[in-house]
């Protein structure tokens, strides 16, 4: 039986190459996009509804899927505001948990980042631990959290620190080794089959996926009908 998937940031770097890798994926019948503006250009196979993620609950009827992926995040320069940036990036996914257990998704990934951690100092790690433990609380049966180190890729936008440092990372990654692994740069494509093979496979028993795991699991995803 073919699949429906829910995608919440498709219009992010990791989001639109998840769904990109959806739409040639045969697995799947019909993917929905949640957000707060249309794309264009998109195939019958997508349906799109448009609001306020941040009242995500409105979508109650329309988000039900067998697969739900949650590529949800902001920065701190996009959104200075720390209230706001956490209703973000803490309580979207949380919502998204909480109608996806609701609605009775098959499974649940959500794209954290390295460092979180609930009991942080630092406002970021803190609020990404949070995220996560507050969906690992949902208790849904299949639930991945993959946290990337630094995520490359084209991206739309300008960000010139953020350059600076891929290009850093790169000359010395070859010099990361045991525990530094962790660091390691993650491709957004990557993340985005990582996802789909996680969404699809019963043989990966981790919950917690970082940025190491993210690039050796691309060693054992099977590639789609497509492919």
Known sequence: MKKTAIILGASGLTGSSLLQK????ERYEKIKLFSRSNIEGLPNKVEQFIGDLLKLEQFKSEFIADDVYCCIGTTAKKTPDKTLYKMIDYGIPIAAAKLS?????????????????????????????EMEYEVLQQNLKNTRI??????????????????????????????????????????????????????????????????????????????????
């Open 22 to 25: 959806l739409i040639e994926d």
């Open 101 to 129: 257990k609701a609605n009775n998704a098959l499974t649940f990934l959500v794209i954290s980042a390295m460092g979180a951690n609930k009991n942080s100092s630092v406002f970021y790690n803190k609020t990404k631990g």
């Open 146 to 227: 993959l946290r990337p180190s630094i995520i490359s890729g084209n991206r739309n936008e300008r960000r010139t620190l953020e350059k600076i440092v891929l290009k850093l990372f790169k000359v010395i990654q070859p010099l990361f080794f045991g525990k530094l692994k962790t660091y390691k740069i993650v491709n957004a494509e990557t993340i985005a089959q990582v996802m789909i093979h996680l969404a699809n496979t019963k043989n990966h028993s981790e919950v917690i996926i970082t940025s190491d795991h993210i690039n050796s699991c691309l060693l054992y995803t099977s590639p789609s009908p497509r492919d």
